[in-house]
């Protein structure tokens, strides 16, 4: 077995070295190798030196990167808190390599935002909908406020009585969830709402990806 698994990583960098252009400005292309390597263990990834990176450069690739992610993250903090969809992250990241720089799909962002995240400077990923959120403070969130922010996704905001119906949670718990996330940054509240209080996340309010808005301008948009 061994044996074979060393053949297929020498033919593996016989491929590499053949198509190593479109392993770089394809970001398919990409992924379906990072998928051969994932089959005997290899990560291109691992290290910034040896055979992978020099011979592909894919570690300078993710190390660009991932400052890219950083920059736009930052940019973004003092509206969302630190969190992001990784549907406007990756919009954003791709604006701003320009039109010219080789491709880069949600999957490499993915790749990237793991090695960020390794590096133990707050960065990780909270699956919501089908996709993630981004987050880049090093927040403690927990597996009740995961939930808080799944609820919130359709709509872009929550209330107390939705996520004590929903959850069937108690109002103590709720409350300390939500102003978990008031103290984070990570949400809005407005008091002005009809009915009751609504807190709403910025990172899921699709009108907000597009521009920096109050919660006074929030709460007009909302039909």
């Given at each position: ?25 394809s ?12 089959t ?5 990834l691992a290290?910034?030196?040896g055979f992978?990176s ?20 930052l940019?973004?903090?003092h ?13 954003r ?17 993915i ?10 400077n707050g ?20 597996m009740?406020h ?7 996704e359709k ?5 107390v009585?939705?996520?004590k119906t929903?959850?069937?949670?108690e ?12 103290k ?15 807190y ?15 919660p006074e301008e929030?709460s007009?948009?909302?039909?």
């Amino acid at each position: 077995m061994s044996k074979q698994l060393e053949t297929f990583k020498t033919h593996l960098e016989e491929f590499a070295s053949k198509h190593k252009q479109e392993i770089r400005k394809s970001a398919q292309f990409r992924v379906q190798f990072q998928d051969m390597c994932a089959t005997i263990g290899v990560d291109p990834l691992a290290s910034g030196k040896g055979f992978w990176s020099e011979m592909l450069g894919v570690g300078d690739f993710y190390y660009e990167l991932g400052v890219q992610i950083i920059e736009v993250c930052l940019a973004l903090k003092h509206r969302n808190g630190g969190l992001i969809t990784l549907e406007e992250l990756h919009q954003r990241v791709l604006k701003g390599r320009g039109k010219f720089a080789q491709d880069v799909s949600q999957d490499d962002l993915i790749r990237a935002i793991k090695k960020l995240k390794a590096m133990g400077n707050g960065f990780g990923m909270i699956p919501v909908g089908g996709t993630y959120l981004v987050q880049s403070v090093p927040a403690e969130l927990n597996m009740d406020h995961t939930v808080v922010l799944q609820l919130a996704e359709k709509k872009g905001f929550v209330t107390v009585s939705e996520i004590k119906t929903s959850l069937k949670w108690e109002t103590e718990r709720t409350c300390h969830v939500l102003d978990d996330l008031l103290k984070e940054g990570l949400a809005w509240l407005d008091g002005q709402a009809a009915g009751e209080p609504q807190y709403w996340l910025p990172a899921l309010f699709s009108e907000l990806c597009s521009r920096d808005v109050t919660p006074e301008e929030a709460s007009e948009m909302v039909p």
